[in-house]
């Protein structure tokens, strides 16, 4: 046995025992003696489980090969940046890091607080996961998986070359980050005591703050090496899912600070984004789902299916039954208008909500194929379709509560306008693009407006900040889609150079092959070929914008490109070389050039979105 499964098995039997001693409730007189040392239990806890994530670590630096997990995901010429994020590439090394993340919530949880029942749900979920980490086996060793092996293995596997990217560093841990700080979420509505919003508003934010993140990094990475920022992948798809449920809650819990009126509706969101986090995990990494993620799985794992499946059947049977005793009295202000703020707020989280639940049909529906063998696929053309007529609903909401509710009317005329114009005009000689460009053109002139209200309003400048910090948001979200819609008129071509220096015009720009390099040892990993091209980038009046390397590797049977890109400030360009290249007999050489604009207004409009939660996370966190 392994020392690391030694601290595994210490931090499950101490966050156990400290899990029996917050139980309220006869104890035997020596267990009652042990109650004031509950905090240190759990502090041992979190320490041996803190000493295994740290080991493991250690052994991927030090190249510690009899692991099988070392040796499956790293060798000896990894960067140790990479050996780092080799952490949580497959499914023993990600549950180990989650499952840190939810004992250490556990521990703060207990530490600030003196009474609650938060704590038992949060320690209980870390330790379901804390055995499920023990059953994947993180410390198994090699010659136990590979008993043919004749001895330690004297390098490993390696890292799949897509994951030697600096965004591998962030992307992994900024989604199960902010999948661990949604159980204080969860927790807090399944108690539903007075304070329980109050308790989770900071964990809620940060959490959504933090998956934001994780999503936009995981989009710059899969732009690096997919060609596209966004995927419909299962991957892509249920981290989406859960950021829009968790900002439909992050409404609901705004509303009920001020009114009250949502006291069913907004612990039950917060509870089910928590659920719909678990069923994520399960789809990123138990590989059932065909995945271009699916590079560490080691295959479905039905202990974590059945765990998020009676999760969800508690979680459901707990709303139910507070419906059917749901006897509060809501607090009204009497009548309102059909465009007010209640209906209007109501309306946007119903929307989240959908769009949500659109992304979680096509998700199970693709996992009930996948598992019954079908050989069937969702189409990707589903999600658009579905999405597509949500996304520009949510849009106009948006835009109409950025108004003050005397000047809603005129606002609606406002959207008409622009919608006639558009499609009457026929800008962009497609109707759905049209419709897109007014809505979101609207959307974006009322974020303006609403932040330079809040801008003169007479009010401490932090007060201020913070007054426009959520219509900073709805404007990143317009500012976002911009780009996106942007980008869709990209050009794209395969350009055939015949020699050295020769130029080829790709829309706004020229195109220079400068040099060719085969083949040359790779930095990060073995390759049997690898080649690489040099090119440089002219604007049109022929001044030199940027020069670089453009990359093709073979591994393995595997074909590894690694563009050059440059990021323009209203274009981006980006040159992958097709690894056809000679100089001898004949010179030939390919490589596909894309011009894609708007890519630096989507990063643009997704930092938006993130900086406007950073004054509300700076603020007090005030009770109401």
């Known amino acids: 046995m392994n020392i690391g499964d030694v601290f595994l098995y210490l931090s499950f039997l101490s966050g156990l025992l400290t899990l029996l001693l917050l139980w309220e409730s006869p104890r035997l007189e020596y267990i009652d003696r042990l109650v004031p040392y509950r905090n240190w239990s759990m502090r041992i806890s979190a320490t041996f489980l803190t000493l295994a994530v740290v080991l493991l670590v250690y052994y991927f630096i030090v190249s510690d090969f009899s692991l099988h997990y070392v040796y499956s995901f790293s060798s000896l010429d990894l960067p140790p940046i990479y050996k780092l994020s080799a952490l949580w590439t497959g499914e023993e090394g990600s549950m180990l890091f989650f499952t840190l993340g939810l004992m250490l919530i556990a521990t703060y949880m207990l530490e600030k607080y003196q009474s609650g029942a938060e704590r038992h749900i949060i320690l209980s979920l870390a330790l379901l996961f804390l055995l499920l980490t023990i059953l994947l086996g993180p410390f198994a060793a090699t010659l136990d998986v590979h008993p043919d092996m004749t001895g330690v293995p004297q390098d490993g596997l390696g890292l799949n070359p897509l994951l030697v990217n600096i965004w591998m560093v962030f992307h992994p841990p900024g989604i199960f980050i902010g999948y661990a700080l949604m159980s204080v979420i969860f927790a807090s509505a399944a108690v539903r005591a007075t304070d329980w919003e109050s308790k989770s508003r900071g964990a809620a934010r940060w959490a959504w703050l933090i998956l934001g993140a994780g999503i936009v990094s995981g989009c710059i990475w899969s732009y690096e090496v997919w060609e596209s920022y966004w995927i419909w992948d299962p991957a892509f798809t249920s981290s ?238 317009a500012v976002m889609l911009i780009g996106v819609l942007m980008s869709t008129y990209y050009t794209g071509e395969t350009v055939y150079f015949r020699s050295f220096n020769e130029k080829k015009s790709v829309g706004d720009f020229e195109i220079e092959l400068v040099n060719l390099a085969f083949p040359v040892s790779h930095e990060h990993y073995a390759a049997t070929l690898t080649k690489i091209g040099t090119y440089t980038i002219y604007r049109k009046n022929g001044s030199i914008i940027a020069t670089g390397d453009a990359s093709f590797a073979e591994k393995e049977g595997e074909y590894i490109t690694q563009p050059f890109i440059y990021n323009g400030l209203l274009s981006d360009v980006r040159i992958t070389y097709q690894g056809i290249g000679t100089t001898t007999p004949i010179f030939i050489s390919f490589a596909n050039i894309k011009v894609v604009p708007g890519m630096t207004v989507i990063w643009g409009g997704c930092l938006l979105i993130l900086a406007g939660m950073l004054p509300v996370l700076s603020g007090r966190n005030k009770k109401k």
């Open 240 to 477: 989406l899912m859960v950021w829009l449920m968790l900002t439909a809650y992050l409404h609901t819990a705004a509303r009920f600070r001020k009114s009250w009126d949502l006291s069913l509706l907004s612990p039950a969101t917060g509870i089910m984004s928590f659920v719909i986090a678990l069923y994520s995990i399960y789809i990123i990494r138990s590989g059932t789902i065909q995945s271009v993620h699916s590079f560490g799985e080691t295959g479905e794992n039905m202990f974590l299916l059945y765990m998020v499946v009676v999760i969800f059947i508690i979680s459901a049977g707990m709303i139910f039954t507070w419906a059917l005793k749901n006897k509060e009295k809501q607090r009204s202000s009497g009548p309102e208008g059909l465009l007010s703020d209640s209906n209007l707020f109501l309306l946007t989280t119903v929307l989240f909500l959908m769009l949500s639940a659109v992304l979680f049909t096509g998700l199970s529906y693709s996992l009930i194929l996948d598992i019954f063998g079908s050989g069937m696929a969702i189409s990707i053309e589903l999600f658009n379709d579905w999405s597509y007529p949500l996304t520009i609903l949510l849009l106009v909401t948006m835009g109409l509560c950025m108004f003050g509710a005397s000047y809603r009317r005129l606002a609606i005329v406002l959207a008409a306008i622009l919608l006639l114009v558009f499609t009457g005009l026929d800008v962009t000689h497609d109707i759905y693009d049209n419709i897109s460009v007014a809505v979101i053109i609207f959307a974006t002139l009322a974020g303006l407006y609403r932040i330079s209200r809040s801008a003169v309003v007479k009010a401490p400048a932090g007060a201020r900040l913070r007054s426009a910090s959520p219509h900073l948001v709805h404007l990143g979200i």
